[in-house]
Nanobody, 126 residues
Framework: QVQLVESGGGLVQAGVSLRLSCAASGRTIESYAMGWFRQAPGKEREFVAAINWSGGYTEFADSVKGRFTISRDNAKNTVYLQMNSLKPEDTAVYYC???????????????????WGQGTQVTVSS
């Protein structure tokens, strides 16, 4: 079992940056694809970004492409989401997720991930 804990959320003004962290415990995530999703009130959970096990392949939602980056430090068992130029529409609870299996291309759909964190709130004011 993998336990995931997100941190780094908060209330910020539009245009600033935040870095979210996802710390894993229970086992190493070196073979796991990792993803970030978000869910705003009244909306479905949506894909934000994902990274494969090696860090050599990343994917982003069109809405965050060019503003967000995803990275991982397998030695620290941690994944990061760097969010720049934040917009009010980025306001949501952000979730970290893990998918086992050495996938070359990381998944984009929630059902493909077997482990989830509790989420961290990001609120961007205009």
């Amino acid at each position: 079992q993998v336990q995931l804990v997100e941190s780094g959320g908060g209330l910020v003004q539009a245009g600033v940056s935040l870095r979210l962290s996802c710390a894993a415990s229970g086992r190493t995530i070196e073979s796991y694809a990792m993803g970030w999703f978000r869910q705003a009130p009244g909306k479905e959970r949506e894909f934000v970004a994902a990274i494969n096990w090696s860090g050599g392949y990343t994917e982003f939602a069109d809405s965050v492409k060019g503003r967000f980056t995803i990275s991982r430090d397998n030695a620290k068992n941690t994944v990061y989401l760097q969010m720049n130029s934040l917009k009010p529409e980025d306001t949501a609870v952000y979730y970290c997720a893990a998918d086992s299996g050495w996938a070359l291309v990381p998944p984009r759909y929630p059902y493909e991930y077997g482990f989830w964190g509790q989420g961290t709130q990001v609120t961007v004011s205009s």
